[in-house]
């Protein structure tokens, strides 16, 4: 059974950081793409950040550029997402998903695996 689960969210003050995890299993973490796609409340999802299947390569959306860091350790098949300098439009419901190409896609149905979330609030 394949399961992505994703925690370490809650809520921050601006100016604050949390670390996101997203455990992954049931299929070959290490050979898949990973992203970090989140929504807003009363807006559309936002693709956040990817990193490719060994991590050497990461991309990023230009509204986290700078602040945040995607990260993977294959060995645990967890996921990462070190958010600093946190602010209230970082607010959303933040999603781990896999797919075994690269993409920048916004919802579960263009990934192969998609979590059930965790919610990062800031707000002071």
């Known amino acids: 059974q394949v399961q992505l689960v994703e925690s370490g969210g809650g809520l921050v003050q601006p100016g604050g950081s949390l670390r996101l995890s997203c455990s992954a299993s049931g299929f070959t973490f290490s050979r898949y793409y990973m992203s970090w796609v989140r929504q807003a409340p009363g807006k559309g999802p936002e693709w956040v950040s990817r990193?490719?299947?060994?991590?050497?390569?990461?991309r990023y959306a230009d509204s986290v550029k700078g602040r945040f860091t995607i990260s993977r350790d294959n060995a645990k098949n967890t996921l990462y997402l070190q958010m600093n300098s946190l602010k209230p439009e970082d607010t959303a419901l933040y999603y781990c998903a896999g797919r075994s190409i690269p993409t920048m896609g916004t919802t579960r149905y263009e990934y192969d695996y998609w979590g059930q979330g965790t919610q990062v609030t800031v707000s002071s």
């Open positions: 990193i490719n299947a060994v991590g050497s390569s990461t």
